[in-house]
């Protein structure tokens, strides 16, 4: 089968389209036939960066798909040749099949295609641990989502305002603000011309969700409410922030944070069952819609990873299989 992979550590050009082996699902195993994958800020990080590990020689990046049921293992339950699901993976995305454990599917939401579907999982189960079940959001508190326009951020603003909450972001430019209030945000602050500390130290936030670490994680406790919670899911700003632990003490603060790859089959199926009685609803009833910005053919992943890196993009970047 076809597949893209990391030939080595280093830029877009490393990633090639190779002939590797088709799967085979064992046990409680599904093969999938995948129409489309989405992109991550992580395949970039895993594709260029020592600090997400050594590559494994042609290891398949990918942390999300979408497709159909093409052969199932001999202890599969729920799924059958012909489904069309979507689906968290922990790398192999970027290929024409892909074989995990059927508890990690979803079905395809009834009004949404392939490319649409396969834009779900990975902002879904990381917005949903972090902010709902780790950080305990709650209706009508206050939520601020660093980088609002990334994949991440367009999805937890449409999860917040779906369960009743108030959202904040920052983004990189004009336009990406306008977006992010267009999609319902109360205020969006562009942070290269705007102090966000100054604007929302008098409004108070209860739940941050931040992908930027470095010298934000004091402005971020500056802001936070009494009882407020921090929840870290990357530090593209730097690893190493002070932190003030006199703010944490006086507030009663709260800091966390997690990695979705790493986490055992397990841990992600309790998730999945979540979702997919809590979230997959609100999909359904249109509150919360994928953003696409742009499809490319799988031969192509290195432009969408060019695209990515160049942080011009507004949600997420898809291949087609
Ligand atoms: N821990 C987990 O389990 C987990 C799971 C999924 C994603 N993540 C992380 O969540 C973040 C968003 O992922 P994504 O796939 O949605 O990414 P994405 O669509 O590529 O968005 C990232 C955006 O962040 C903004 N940004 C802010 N500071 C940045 C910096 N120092 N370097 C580069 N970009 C910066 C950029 O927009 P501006 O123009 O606004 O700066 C950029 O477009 C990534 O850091 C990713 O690693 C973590």
Redesign the pocket.
Known sequence: MKAIVITEKGGPEVLKIKEVEKPIPRGNQVLIKVVAAG????D??SRSSKAYGETIADEIPG?EISGIVQAVGPDVERWKVGNRICALVAGGGYAAYKVLDERLCLPVPRALSFAEAAALP??IF?VW??VFKTAKFKEGENFLV????????VMAIQMVLAMGGNAFA????AE?CKFCKDLGATMAIN?KEEDFVELLKPVGIDVILD??G?ENTLKNLEILNTDGRLA???A??GLKSEINIMDMMRKRLQLT?????PQTDDFKAELAWEIENLVWPLIEEEQIKPIIYKVFPLDKAADAHRL?ES???I???ILEV
Do not use: D, F, P, W
């Not at 660093?146 to 951020?153: D, P």
């Not at 920052?170 to 430019?173: D, I, L, R």
């Not at 944070?257 to 790859?261: E, F, Q």
């Open positions: 992109v991550n800020r992580s970039v990080l942390l990975e902002t990381t641990y972090n660093h980088g609002g326009t990334s994949g991440i951020g920052t983004a990189g430019s990406k942070y992908m930027t470095g870290y899911i990357n593209m700003n944070g997690s990695m979705l790859k990515m942080s011009q993009h949600g997420k970047i």
